[in-house]
């Protein structure tokens, strides 16, 4: 249950202010017009923390309670302006297209992998497969992943890794959503505030594609169940 106390705003706005932030392609100050449009007056700074503040609470329930995933892996990096400087999103998909995992990162490297890695193995078990691209970071993580299990004696759960680009075409035509919603926001001034957006974009995707089986529920309202 994710706490609204101290809010000077009834949840059910807060949240679908968030909701059509991270899912339309729109700046605070259009938010802002819409929001008084409706009868909320509400300055873009507000609606800011609001998403910053809301948006990983509400992920973090979505992860949760998504419906299960193929074993069958896509996993690929896209990138996305901090402060003019690229970051790295993680992101992991099946091959379905049902969303797995995402992170951003300022580094691309094995501990970033590892990190991507260590939270989307653990949230959805071990995958059978994993396509992904020529990162050799996120190979010599998952031959980690693999050494581990030998040595433990689990090698029936050995990860087949195929690195065949065709293979992950999927995950690229993925990233499109994600990117023409950050166009819009024309880069992020911080590392925090990026990251927080990116969660409830990637929720608000996660719900275009009914991973909640919900669809005959309106998405704004899918969102709002999110909280608990």
């Known amino acids: 249950m994710i706490s609204f106390k101290g809010c000077h705003f009834p949840k059910d706005v807060i949240v679908y202010a968030v909701f059509f932030y991270v899912r339309y392609p729109v700046s605070y100050r259009d938010l802002e017009e819409i929001m008084q449009e409706r009868g909320v007056d509400i300055d873009h700074a507000t609606l800011n923390r609001w998403v910053v503040r809301y948006s990983p609470l509400i992920a973090a329930e979505a992860k949760a309670g998504k419906r299960p995933v193929s074993p069958s892996w896509r996993m690929d990096e896209t990138y996305v302006k901090v402060r003019d400087k690229w970051m790295y999103l993680y992101r992991a998909i099946d091959k379905h297209g049902d969303t797995i995992d995402f992170m951003l990162s300022q580094p691309r ?106 669809e005959a529920i309106p998405a704004h309202r899918q969102f709002l169940a999110l909280e608990g």
């Open 109 to 214: 490297d094995e501990a970033a992998a590892t990190t991507f890695f260590v939270r989307a193995i653990g949230s959805n078990d071990l995958p059978e497969k994993v396509v992904m691209d020529k990162s050799g970071a996120s190979r010599a993580e998952l031959t980690k992943v693999n050494i581990y299990l030998m040595l433990v004696g689990c090698w029936w759960s050995f990860i087949d890794i195929l690195q065949v680009k065709y293979l992950n075409n999927i995950i690229e035509q993925d990233h499109r959503f994600i990117k023409r919603l950050t166009r819009q926001m024309m880069g992020f001034k911080a590392f925090h505030s990026a990251g927080a957006t990116l969660d409830g974009i990637e929720t608000a995707h996660m719900i275009r594609k009914g991973q909640f089986g919900q």
